[in-house]
């Protein structure tokens, strides 16, 4: 009988360990991770998702666009990426400057989330930075697969330093009404 305990809960834990394999999806991190990373050598861009906890457009986006395998597998490899609560309260230390929570309305906002919006305190909001973490570009609403994967691959393979972004999107849809 302790021999079938055990091997049932050996088959459990392989079941158990399959499935999350199976399901990977985005490498979530904190920016001071992002930061530790980056200082370590790591030559990836910085993808930022700005999100509050009441948004339910950032939930769904969770749920739908971050959670899809293709989504997951290229953020994971051409991106440090990063949650960032617009509402911590926690000071965020970058380049010397301290981005504590500023106490306004009735939520407040983190400076960081603010500085990283140009002041377009808008959820969701993704960011992309490069891999010195400056400014590529930020990117408001709610963005279903395809659109965020165009935009995702447009800025982590490169394209934007050459390519402007409506040639760029008008040369991927051709290429999808062709296949």
Not at 42 to 51: G, K, L, N, T
Not at 81 to 95: G, Y
Not at 138 to 146: F, L
């Amino acid at each position: 009988m302790k021999n079938i305990w055990i091997a049932a809960l050996a088959l459990l834990s392989i079941g158990v360990g399959a499935q999350e394999e199976g399901n990977s999806g985005i490498e979530w991190m904190t920016f001071e991770e992002a930061v530790a990373l980056h200082e370590e050598g790591d030559p990836r861009m910085v993808f930022i998702d700005v999100y509050t906890d009441w948004c339910g457009w950032c939930k769904r986006m969770d749920a739908t666009t971050f959670s899809n395998p293709e989504v997951a597998a290229f953020m994971n490899e051409h991106f440090l990426n990063v949650k960032l609560d617009a509402e911590q309260r926690e000071t965020i230390t970058f380049r010397g400057h301290d981005f504590n929570f500023v106490n306004s309305g009735r939520r407040g906002y983190h400076e960081l989330a603010a500085n990283l919006l140009q002041g377009r305190l808008s959820y969701p909001t993704v960011v992309f930075l490069d891999s010195d973490f400056n400014m590529i570009q930020p990117v408001p609403g709610y963005q279903q697969v395809p659109q965020f994967l165009m935009i995702a691959e447009y800025i982590g393979d490169g394209h934007y330093t050459n390519t402007p972004w409506d040639e760029f999107k008008n040369s991927q849809q051709s290429e999808e009404s062709e296949g």
